[in-house]
T-cell receptor, first 114, second 114 residues
Framework: GAGVSQSPSNKVTEKGKDVELRCDPISGHTALYWYRQSLGQGLEFLIYFQGNSAPDKSGLPSDRFSAERTGGSVSTLTIQRTQQEDSAVYLC????????????FGDGTRLSIL | AQSVSQHNHHVILSEAASLELGCNYSYGGTVNLFWYVQYPGQHLQLLLKYFSGDPLVKGIKGFEAEFIKSKFSFNLRKPSVQWSDTAEYFCAVAAMDSNYQLIWGAGTKLIIKP
């Protein structure tokens, strides 16, 4: 079956613009995660969804970041008024039930803020 | 705060050399342990995992890792590396008390010289 799909694969935008990143998890995976990977850094946890609810938003770096998930499937990560430090690869992963299960990753969205 | 430490950010080896990548974590409770690999141009994928039982776990492509609870370590090993093992390797730990949220190491870039 299909893996985790993310779009767009690359996004270049000007500072101050809003961006929306999309993640289609593997069908049947109830848990969905967003991570950020900056150059030379490990993965930074952003937010975790179980179904449509987000029990853990602790990783969102500022109130410019928000995420939602609808229908227990597709999730969007929105960054408002982008800043240059937002430039990174944004990765989405999904798994069965909770985070005790191995996560399956998408290819990521490479976001560049000019 | 919980953390995962990977000792080497870059490792360069010749083909047929033996490999050991270090991973230590700072959590004393029940944990699940993972190694993920990211080959050039590909998404993150699971290499191996430890949940319970035999502390020596075997993964894909001849990799293995040993969980040593007393040392809070989960080092990755391979007796004889190949050029195709060139990739970035990430250690991740999921702690029961944190609802199994994954904490990631910063990654180790492995380059195998042909």
């Amino acid at each position: 079956g299909a893996g985790v799909s993310q779009s767009p694969s690359n996004k270049v935008t000007e500072k101050g613009k809003d961006v929306e990143l999309r993640c289609d998890p593997i069908s049947g995976h109830t848990a969905l995660y967003w991570y950020r990977q900056s150059l030379g850094q490990g993965l930074e946890f952003l937010i975790y969804f179980q179904g449509n609810s987000a029990p853990d938003k602790s990783g969102l770096p500022s109130d410019r970041f928000s995420a939602e998930r609808t229908g227990g499937s597709v999730s969007t990560l929105t960054i408002q008024r982008t800043q240059q430090e937002d430039s990174a690869v944004y990765l989405c992963a999904s798994s069965f039930t909770n985070s005790n299960q191995p996560q399956h990753f998408g290819d990521g969205t490479r976001l560049s803020i000019l | 705060a919980q953390s995962v430490s990977q000792h080497n950010h870059h490792v360069i080896l010749s083909e047929a050399a033996s490999l050991e990548l270090g991973c230590n974590y700072s959590y004393g409770g029940t944990v699940n342990l993972f190694w993920y690999v990211q080959y050039p141009g590909q998404h993150l994928q699971l290499l191996l995992k430890y949940f319970s039982g035999d502390p020596l776990v075997k993964g894909i492509k001849g990799f293995e890792a040993e969980f040593i609870k007393s040392k809070f370590s989960f080092n990755l090993r391979k007796p004889s590396v190949q050029w195709s093992d060139t990739a970035e390797y990430f250690c991740a730990v999921a702690a029961m008390d944190s609802n199994y949220q994954l904490i990631w190491g910063a990654g180790t870039k492995l380059i195998i010289k042909p």
